[in-house]
């Protein structure tokens, strides 16, 4: 694959509505919606390239029924880091032009506070101005807003589905949204030592609704770091090689470093599944440092 210059995008668009994987699974909840109601199932969104990685050439593609993205990683030079430095996270033009600064300031503290967590698991996390042996740096590249009324709707129906005991979908399948991003972990002397270029889009499946129009770019945006953190610890493929269950329960604690981004709310999952709160509400947003 070429290298794409600065300031120049590489768009490749994809749909997870159609897929076998996916029509099987949910087959008895696709039988009550009816099949005309299948190819708007899941939002279709596209992996985007926009130069904003120091390389793109040897990245291997990968998917699954929901998730389309271009990997790459050095499991020697992984594995032998011991500390990392996560960037701030940042947009590609245009991509938060939908969204509120406030909004997309929360899909952006979200990712960074993700990847915080997951990768303090394997790495120590080095302070601002101390050197580390990885920095890893996150560009947002796609954010396609949530219907945030379409949403809305959708909770009281999956709670009387649950009540009467009649599987329905979760959502309505109007105004889906979805989400790509690109990352990529550096050694001290710049070189990239894992990279990954991902796209999802919300599906009435499996993502809640959130009355919001960051409500599906702000659950995306939690798997897309939680991707990137497992290909910096692992130097594997998070769509497909990673056991069941291998990050089940921490070995080490959370850091006070992680603290900088907030802390997720213990009611933000009960919240947005059963009154599509939006993450505006659930989000328990980092204190402002002291003056």
């Known amino acids: 694959m070429s290298t794409q210059h600065p300031g120049h995008s590489e768009r490749t668009s994809i749909s997870n509505c159609t897929t076998p994987r996916l029509r099987g699974r949910f087959a008895g909840a696709l039988a009550i919606v009816g099949p005309s109601l299948l190819l708007a199932a899941c939002a279709s969104s596209s992996i985007t390239q926009t130069g904003g990685l120091s390389s793109y050439q040897g990245m291997a593609s990968v998917k699954t029924a929901r998730t389309k993205a271009r990997i790459s990683a050095d499991a020697p030079a992984l594995a032998a880091a011991r500390t990392v430095r996560i960037r701030p996270v940042a947009y590609a033009p245009g991509a938060a032009d939908r969204v509120s600064p406030d909004q997309g300031a929360l899909v952006a503290n979200l990712v960074a506070r993700t990847l915080c967590v997951k990768l303090s698991n394997r790495f120590d996390i080095a302070p601002e101005g101390e050197p580390a042996d990885l920095e890893v740096?996150?560009?947002?590249?796609?954010?396609?807003?949530?219907?945030?009324?379409?949403?809305?709707?959708?909770?009281?129906?999956?709670?009387?589905?649950?009540?009467?005991?009649?599987?329905?979908?979760?959502?309505?399948?109007?105004?889906m949204g979805s989400f790509a991003a690109e990352g990529e972990a550096v050694d001290g002397g710049g070189v990239q030592r894992a990279a990954m270029v991902w796209a999802r889009g919300a599906d009435m499946f499996t993502n809640r609704p959130r009355a919001s129009k960051i409500g599906d770019a702000y659950e995306l945006s939690?798997?897309?770091?939680?991707?990137?953190?497992?290909?910096?610890?692992?130097?594997?493929?998070?769509?497909?090689?990673?056991?069941?269950?291998?990050?089940?329960?921490?070995?080490?604690?959370?850091?006070?470093?992680?603290?900088?981004?907030?802390?997720?709310?213990?009611?933000?999952?009960?919240?947005?599944?059963?009154?599509?709160?939006?993450?505006?509400?659930?989000?328990?947003?980092?204190?402002?440092?002291?003056s």
Do not use: Q
């Open 137 to 175: 740096k996150v560009v947002i590249t796609r954010m396609t807003p949530t219907n945030r009324e379409a949403a809305g709707a959708s909770a009281p129906l999956r709670v009387a589905g649950m009540v009467v005991g009649v599987p329905i979908p979760a959502r309505i399948p109007v105004g």
């Open 222 to 290: 939690g798997a897309f770091a939680g991707d990137m953190a497992t290909l910096v610890s692992t130097a594997k493929n998070p769509l497909h090689d990673i056991p069941r269950g291998a990050f089940a329960k921490r070995k080490r604690p959370v850091p006070a470093a992680c603290d900088a981004y907030g802390k997720g709310h213990p009611a933000e999952t009960f919240m947005s599944g059963f009154i599509a709160a939006p993450p505006e509400w659930t989000d328990a947003k980092p204190h402002p440092p002291a």
